[in-house]
C-alpha cells in the first residue's frame, strides 16, 4: 500500500467518523429538546386541567343559579385556558422533532464553511453562504415549510428550525 492510498483511506475514515458524529449530535439535539419539551407539555397540561375546572365551576354555579352561564366571562376563560393548554402541549410534542432538524441544517451549513476555509477556498461572505445552504437544504426537506417551520406527520406547523 503506497503513501497516497493510506492517506485516501485516512481521510475517507474521518469523513466516516465525521457524519456519524453529526447524526449522533443531532439525535442528543433532538433527546435534550424532547426533555425540555417533556416540560411543556406537563404545563400544557396543567392548564388544560384549570380550564377544564374553570368551565366546570362556571357550568355548576350556572345550574346552582338556574342561569346559562356557558357564554360568561368565566366559561370563556375556562376555555381559553384549556386550547392554550393544547397548544402549549403540541409545541413540547414537537420540540424533539424540531431540536434534530436545527440541530443538524446548522451543523452541516457550519461544517461546509469550516471545510472550505480549512481548503483555503475564500468565501465573500460567511453569512450569506450560510443563508442560502440552510435555505437549499430546508427547500428540499418535504416536512420543512418554504417559511422555515417544521409540519408534522399530521400537517401541524410548528417552529422554526432554518
Known amino acids: 500500500m503506497t503513501k497516497s ?4 483511506i485516512n481521510e475517507r475514515y474521518k469523513q466516516i467518523q465525521e457524519g456519524l458524529f453529526d447524526r449522533l449530535k443531532a439525535r442528543g439535539a433532538q433527546a435534550l429538546g424532547t426533555v425540555k419539551g417533556a416540560g411543556q407539555q406537563i404545563a400544557g397540561k396543567a392548564r388544560q386541567v ?7 365551576t362556571a357550568e355548576l354555579g350556572g345550574r346552582a343559579l338556574g342561569v346559562d352561564t356557558s357564554q360568561g366571562g368565566l366559561a370563556q376563560k375556562g376555555a ?4 392554550a393548554g393544547k397548544k402549549q402541549v ?3 410534542q414537537r ?8 440541530s443538524y441544517i446548522n451543523n452541516t451549513v457550519q461544517t461546509i464553511i469550516g471545510d472550505l476555509n480549512k481548503l483555503g ?8 453562504l450560510s443563508k442560502e445552504l440552510t435555505d437549499v437544504i430546508t427547500k ?3 416536512q420543512v415549510t418554504a417559511k422555515g417551520q417544521l409540519r408534522t406527520a399530521a400537517g401541524t ?3 422554526k428550525v432554518a
Open 80 to 83: 381559553q385556558l384549556t386550547q
Open 95 to 102: 420540540a424533539g422533532e424540531e431540536a434534530k432538524y436545527q
Open 50 to 56: 384549570a380550564g377544564g375546572a374553570l368551565s366546570k
Open 140 to 142: 428540499n426537506l418535504t
Open 157 to 159: 406547523i410548528g417552529g
Open 5 to 8: 492510498d493510506q492517506n485516501l
Open 121 to 128: 477556498m475564500s468565501i465573500k461572505d460567511e453569512s450569506v
Open 90 to 92: 403540541g409545541a413540547g
